[in-house]
């Protein structure tokens, strides 16, 4: 083990709760610094649905489980620069925990993640500084739980008085999106019958796609690239952080030997690849770049490290989810899709460790029909409206991000 991951290591025990953390609905809390925000994770024993919002005079934010009898293990020391563990409660209805803000903040976004490959169910808060305000900041998220055995009590609860009762906002900010249309300049992708080249075809449905979204009025686009220009792979990972996106989606047109081969499909990051033909891929692809993967020149080598490894794993679930939601669009648009439409790769132009983000090949250069079809308008238009519901589905099941 490096140094740097004995560092992450430690940073994730100093937030672990005791060894009686399994016998509770509330079971793990642990914060982890980022660039552009603070995360907050609870581990929770299932589903549960939850407020969370911010009080004045002093800040705290409250996380509020709603539930019959819900407990909570010992928690230990959990702080950080802008957070620190101050409390637990309980009625019997609500399970309350409050947390003492050392400045100003306010809530970017919270989501519930739910129980996949080992990991437990997760509520996840983002929060950034911010102007103190008169008025709280609240975000609530309901989920279809079961109840569990109450294990251990909690001391009595003290309900908020009237002016602490939360208020939701009235004025939500847009989801920032970055596209990303493959290849560009020196760099024209795959070719396809008669010449016609991967990146004018994703640059022209990447162009459609931000017009609906832009329409919606609830996005603020961004392209990595709006003409026939080469952009490197780690440019395009800088560009989504420098614009604090919300989603990162790359678009892409394959192809492969057997010219019979056709349909979309949607990868996610990995570091193995799920198939020979997934690995072959992310070679091509990761190959039209000198550098592959995150940009953290700028960072220190065990900042670096911890960052990624904080970071990484709930990213990961956010865009798999993501990517369910591309395959059940492309489905509900009658955009055909290979028999196994979702696999994921090392590519690096996936690797933001803090941005969900998927890379979507919208059809086979390698087979003529597909081809000819990808170079249609009116297909292009097809292809964006399933896209824009994906994201805008997406959004819809993760709860709003507030100014």
């Not at 008025?135 to 003290?158: F, G, H």
């Not at 220009?229 to 678009?251: G, K, Q, T, W």
């Not at 979309?264 to 070679?283: M, W």
């Not at 803090?354 to 170079?375: C, Q, T, Y």
Request: proline share 4%; net charge positive.
């Amino acid at each position: 083990m490096t140094i740097f991951q004995s560092l992450a290591l430690a940073i994730f025990c100093v937030f672990l709760c005791a060894s009686d953390s399994y016998a509770a609905n509330v079971q793990k809390i642990r914060l982890g610094d980022h660039p552009d925000k603070t995360r907050l994770v609870i581990e929770v024993s299932g589903k549960l649905d939850y407020n969370a919002f911010i009080l004045p005079a002093p800040q705290r934010l409250v996380v509020d489980f709603k539930g019959r009898n819900l407990s909570c293990a010992s928690l230990g020391h959990v702080e950080n620069n802008m957070l620190k563990f101050a409390r637990h409660s309980s009625d019997g209805q609500t399970l309350r925990l409050v947390f003492d803000a050392k400045k100003n903040i306010k809530i970017k976004a919270s989501f519930f993640l739910p129980a996949i490959d080992g990991k437990p169910n997760r509520l996840v808060i983002d929060l950034v500084g911010g102007a103190a305000k008169p008025s709280m900041q609240y975000t609530a998220q309901k989920q279809d739980k079961k109840q569990t055995t109450l294990i251990q009590a909690a001391p009595p609860y003290k309900a908020p008085t009237l002016a602490e009762r939360p208020v939701r906002p009235i004025v939500a900010r847009k989801h920032v999106v970055v596209l990303d249309a493959g290849h560009g300049g020196k760099d024209p992708g795959a070719v396809g019958a008669g010449g016609l080249y991967e990146k004018k075809v994703v640059l022209a449905t990447v162009k459609r796609l931000k017009a609906l979204l832009e329409a919606s009025g609830h996005y603020e686009v961004v392209l990595t690239r709006d003409d026939d220009r080469y952009i490197r792979l780690s440019e395009r990972v800088r560009i989504a952080r420098r614009h604090n996106a919300d989603l990162f989606m790359s678009v892409h047109a394959d192809s492969v030997e057997k010219h019979t081969v056709r349909g979309a499909s949607v990868y996610t990051l990995s570091e193995k690849a799920t198939d020979a033909q997934t690995a072959r891929l992310a070679a091509r692809e990761n190959k039209s770049d000198v550098i592959a993967g995150v940009d953290l020149s700028d960072e220190g080598q065990d900042v670096a490290a911890i960052l990624i490894d904080l970071a990484l794993r709930d990213t990961k679930n956010q865009s798999t989810f993501l990517a369910q939601e591309l395959i059940n669009s492309f489905k509900a648009h009658s955009i055909g899709t290979l028999r196994t439409p979702l696999h994921s790769a090392g590519f690096a132009v996936l690797k933001a460790p803090d941005i969900p983000s998927v890379l979507v090949e919208i059809g086979f250069m390698s087979n003529k029909s597909e081809a000819r079809l990808l170079n249609t308008a009116a297909h292009q238009d097809k292809i964006a409206k399933a896209l824009k519901k994906s994201i805008d589905s997406y959004f819809a099941k993760q709860t709003h991000y507030t100014d």
